[in-house]
């Protein structure tokens, strides 16, 4: 089969081999076969929602990227954003070398750009099924109406089966999932065939707005909104919104949260390549709070 290829340069702190773990420990994309070297998956690309199979592996600065079809700006712009690759890190290291409390959370996550679901319509689904379920039930149901729905796309010689496409889901039945939770996804695939739940048109908007359009979506809650907006458009100045936890100190009681980093991180957007890890890979003691509509600052808090 030929494949189609192109690299992409991080801008700023990378290790591919730090995404290669997240992908396997993390149990909505665990089941990926993995050989430790590669990302192999498919899925429907947000720009044509036709299947593509994408294959990645390191590159000097970057990563190389194989593709089953051609791949024009739309795609690539999808795999960078998939990968976190599509922000501008660079200072991130020399912050972290003035402020202990982000220094603290490089440390424990050297290099590590958070891996994106393939796309915020997928995301949505996902955050729909997953609702008291655990995450690796949810992982298999998804599975399951990727196999029964979806395109069968080969990647160096393996079949994989892409999520189906909004217009496949807006009026399938027999998805495994209770009529409520059928009935949310048939919403979704409406407001990703109307443009609403992409990319494009999340990561347009300030923060607090998508996040508002979102809660508007069915079966789509305030944690389930930050999900989408976060680890399915990619959106470079949302953070989570999380109250820092009180400290219990056996000599003074229950005392709110006290150690602030010492100073606040001029255009949070470019630090993305790590912040978002804050809510969604729990990093003990650790809080982001965001200042500003537009998440032009933003501090680490230590509980």
Request: net charge positive; glycine share 12%.
């Amino acid at each position: 089969m030929t494949t189609h290829g192109f690299t992409l340069t991080a801008e700023g702190p990378f290790d591919f081999g730090a995404s290669l773990r997240f992908v396997e420990d993390w149990p909505a994309t665990s089941a990926l076969p993995s050989d430790g070297r590669s990302l192999r998956f498919a899925y429907s690309a947000e720009s044509d929602w036709l299947p593509i199979g994408v294959t990645v592996t390191a590159a000097p600065g970057g990563v190389a990227v194989a593709t089953t079809r051609a791949a024009g700006p739309g795609i690539r712009g999808e795999v960078a954003r998939i990968l976190s690759l599509d922000v501008d890190g660079t200072g991130f290291a020399e912050l972290g070398e003035a402020d202990p409390v982000l220094g603290d959370l490089q440390q424990r996550r050297p290099g590590l750009r958070p891996v994106c679901f393939w796309s915020p319509w997928e995301a949505a689904c996902w955050a729909v099924i997953v609702q008291r379920s655990s995450m690796l039930i949810a992982s298999k149901i998804k599975q399951r109406i990727a196999e029964r729905f979806g395109a069968k796309v080969t990647v160096d010689g393996q079949v994989y089966a892409a999520f189906p496409p909004p217009v496949t889901l807006l009026e399938a039945g027999g998805l495994g999932l209770p009529a409520q939770k059928e009935e949310w996804v048939h919403g979704l695939a409406r407001a990703a065939l109307d443009g609403v739940l992409t990319a494009e048109h999340l990561r347009a908007l300030e923060p607090e707005e998508a996040l508002a359009e979102l809660r508007a979506l069915p079966g789509v809650g305030p944690f389930s909104a930050g999900l989408i907006l976060i680890r399915g458009a990619g959106a470079p100045d949302a953070f989570p919104r999380r109250r820092a936890a009180p400290v219990r100190d056996p000599a003074r009681g229950v005392r709110p949260a006290a150690r602030r980093a010492t100073g606040r991180l001029p255009q949070a957007g470019r630090y993305v390549a790590a912040l978002p890890l804050v809510g969604f890979l729990p990093v003990p003691g650790l809080h982001l709070r965001r200042h500003g509509r537009s998440g032009g600052s933003a501090e680490l808090i230590r509980a």
